[in-house]
């Protein structure tokens, strides 16, 4: 089987970071969670103990140091030397992340270290902005979405099995308000391309997403 490209878009709590990382395990590909590299921003702007500012989030995008490494089916990812793949799940890092990932500069930089991951191929990449602005020539593109409601719930059972306790309904208001920054943003807007294949998830389980991916590359 030729060896794809493959970006994944979608709204939040779609199941995009999911389906991904187990389509890059079955193909023995690399799995890029490009949400992870924005959240690391977001997590790092709130260490400063500051009131959360665009002026903040640019200084501190100027010189901070993102990576990401997968394995053990399982991705870490290091700010500056240091493991925050739990911390940058919390729902602090949530609620601010798309402030975060509408500043051009912040997506400028990531960008850059998503093509520079992406360009020796076998790649699996995730995000909001994959196929219309990270890699536009993609082989596949896939856009990834569920009802608010599904989404919802299923954030719901992530954050309660990592012991948050959280409102179902707030969740539903966040998502929602989530999906309307992240559509209307005027840097890299969350849109489906017309070349991207539309996935509605919502009542599907996750290893028939998967398979649904698989056979759309061979």
Do not use: H
């Not at 500056?80 to 930089?109: H, M």
């Not at 309660?160 to 943003?185: M, N, P, T, W």
Request: proline residues 3%; hydrophobic residues 45%.
């Amino acid at each position: 089987m030729k060896s794809f490209v493959i970006a994944i878009d979608g709204p939040a709590g779609a199941g995009k970071s999911t389906v991904a990382q187990l389509v890059a395990q079955k193909l023995q590909y690399t799995y890029i969670d490009t949400g992870a590299m924005y959240r690391a921003v977001a997590w790092k702007t709130l260490q400063q103990q500051k009131p959360v500012t665009d002026a903040l989030v640019l200084e501190v995008v100027k010189n901070i140091q993102v990576s990401l490494q997968y394995a053990d089916g399982k991705i870490m990812v290091a700010v500056d030397g240091k493991d925050v793949s739990r911390e940058i799940r919390t729902p602090e890092v949530t609620k601010i992340v798309s402030q975060v990932a509408k500043l051009a500069p912040v997506r400028e930089k990531m960008v850059l270290l998503q093509r520079q991951m992406a360009a020796q191929g076998a790649v699996v990449m995730d995000g909001r902005d994959i196929a219309s602005k990270v890699l536009p020539d993609a082989d596949i593109k896939i856009f990834l979405t569920a009802s608010i409601e599904e989404r919802a719930e299923r954030r719901w059972r992530e954050l309660k099995g990592k012991g948050y306790k959280v409102d179902l309904a707030a969740l539903q208001k966040e998502i929602a308000a989530r999906d309307q920054a992240d559509s209307e943003r005027e840097i890299s807007p969350l849109v489906q391309t017309a070349d991207a294949t539309l996935l509605d998830t919502t009542g599907m389980g996750i290893a028939e997403v998967v398979a649904v991916i698989l056979d759309m590359c061979r």
